[in-house]
């Protein structure tokens, strides 16, 4: 997105339109944000899309009455993230074998190139089972090969489970290609659905194979069945522990077109200006983005508004900026709404990488995401419990403010799926704090029903309850943790 787009101020994110802020943070001042960030004119907040535009420009209006000062990089509210999606485009491919072109029947193929164009012939093709061992390390020879890799993982440790993990693997130990066997009575419209959808990233961090693709289980029968080989005895070799895969005895001839779209994304930094020099920073975090126009064509209601996911964190974003910005604190406060989280957090890790604040400065950073689940009167969990030295500081917040502890470390199993992982990675005090994951029955209900989906949408049975008190948790976590006197921190030189 250029940033000519985001000087446009859209008729409904006109200051006007801007909610009133009260002294405590109510549902209706939250209900206020969420009914325009999750309002069909904004098209589900995806990235690079005219929905994007509107919500970027909406928080920088907000964040600017409430009196915060802009903080990105180039000294505005907007620092960009550099994304890219890839799509498939035209290619033709062959498989040989001793000299003979195979036959293959199905045309359950995919293939999608780290750049616009790949040729490559005489291509090896190498079966890799899971791709790993159950050591976790590669054990087929594929340096300068293809590495065909079943997509359910078998006898691999938990963290070579995804298959993201294992293509990495791989990559890093020489694969040319990375091609994944979806089961065609299975997984295989998953796969053929994820391959297809142009996903987002970070160029900055990608970790691609210069051809990379999908084929099923019919697919795979037919080409190693074609070439002398038995698939049944390949599964069952796959099914070992150690098993270190095996050449297939077949060639492939490449010609791959890649459709490829690079474009500027996003992050808002907004900043309230601490009173106390190199007394170190505190900083607010929570994802804008969603998954835009979600449905197929034809669908009753095509748009994935994210009401709660994540509306809902940014709207408390919003209040807690107001409200922390009436008055002068020891530390800067920074507040950053991220782009891409929904793609693997990656406005997150984009701004870990290019912070506007020296990372080691900053003394906590809090996340809010999916806050709108809970009730008025629910646990405070903490995302994060045991990672950091601060639990007991944010508990007796906490319990100051009228809350109860859930004290056991079971919303911990989210702490990697949300903006914070991309700090805790570079050694920053990093936590999620509030009720909407101290019940996590009640998360369950609402991530098997309507998370990532058209339902997400603001109604009257939204319950913001917890999420207004979650708003004024916060707001005392940020007057104690920006006091100079009430945290030392080391962090700061203290």
């Not at 297809?196 to 900055?204: C, G, N």
């Not at 270190?244 to 994304?265: M, P, Q």
Request: charged fraction near 25%; charge should be neutral.
């Amino acid at each position: 997105m250029r940033l000519a787009r985001l000087a446009i101020i859209v008729s409904v994110v006109a200051l006007s339109t801007v909610p009133a802020f009260s002294k405590a943070v109510t549902e209706a001042d939250l209900r206020k944000h969420i009914a325009i960030l999750a309002s069909d004119a904004f098209e589900g907040r995806k990235p690079g899309t005219e929905g994007e535009t509107k919500t970027v420009q909406y928080i920088a209006e907000v964040w600017a009455k409430a009196g915060l000062k802009p903080a990105a990089s180039d000294g505005s509210w907007f620092d960009p993230v550099p994304l890219i999606q890839r799509g498939q485009g035209t290619s033709t491919h062959s498989f040989w074998s001793k000299g003979r072109k195979l036959r293959v029947t199905s045309q359950d193929i995919i293939l999608i190139g780290q750049e616009a164009e790949y040729v490559r012939g005489k291509l090896p093709l190498v079966f890799t089972g899971s791709g790993v061992k159950a050591d976790g390390m590669v054990g087929a020879d594929v340096a300068g090969k293809a590495a065909l890799v079943l997509f359910d993982a078998e006898n691999v440790p938990d963290e070579m489970q995804s298959p993201r993990a294992r293509r990495e693997a791989l990559i890093a130990a020489g694969a040319e290609a990375v091609i994944f066997i979806g089961e065609s009575k299975g997984n295989w419209p998953t796969l053929r659905r994820l391959l297809l959808s142009r996903p987002i990233a970070l160029e900055s961090r990608e970790k691609h194979a210069p051809m990379e693709g999908a084929i099923s289980t019919e697919f795979a029968v037919g080409l190693v069945t074609a070439a002398g080989r038995d698939w049944d005895k390949l599964r069952a070799n796959a099914k070992q522990a150690d098993y270190t895969g095996e050449a297939l005895g077949i060639d492939a001839d490449l010609d791959v077109k890649t459709d490829i779209y690079r474009f500027n994304s996003s992050n808002v930094i907004g900043k309230i200006a601490g009173r106390k020099k190199n007394s170190g920073a505190l900083l607010y975090m929570g994802h804008w983005d969603h998954l835009g126009i979600c449905a197929p064509e034809g669908a009753p209601d095509r748009i994935c508004n994210g009401a709660v996911d994540n509306a809902s964190g940014i709207a408390v974003l919003n209040e807690v900026a107001e409200v922390l910005a009436k008055k002068k604190h020891d530390r800067d406060i920074y507040f950053v709404a991220t782009t891409a989280e929904e793609s693997g957090l990656l406005g997150a890790y984009a701004f870990a990488e290019k912070p506007v604040v020296p990372l080691d400065q900053i003394v906590l950073s809090l996340n809010i995401d999916t806050i709108a689940i809970a009730p008025r009167g629910s646990k405070v969990a903490i995302i994060g419990r045991g990672t950091t030295p601060l639990d007991a500081a944010v508990e007796a917040v906490a319990k100051k403010s009228g809350r109860a502890i859930e004290s056991s470390a079971d919303a911990n199993a989210f702490i990697q799926r949300q903006d914070g992982w991309a700090l805790t990675q570079k050694g920053v005090p990093a936590l999620m704090v509030g009720g909407s994951f101290a019940d996590l029955e009640l998360m369950q209900k609402f991530l098997g029903s309507d998370y990532h989906g058209p339902n997400d949408e603001l109604t009257d049975s939204t319950e913001l309850g917890g999420a207004a008190e979650d708003a004024e948790l916060h707001i005392a976590l940020g007057r104690h943790f920006a006091d100079a006197r009430k945290f030392k921190s080391k962090k700061a030189g203290e």
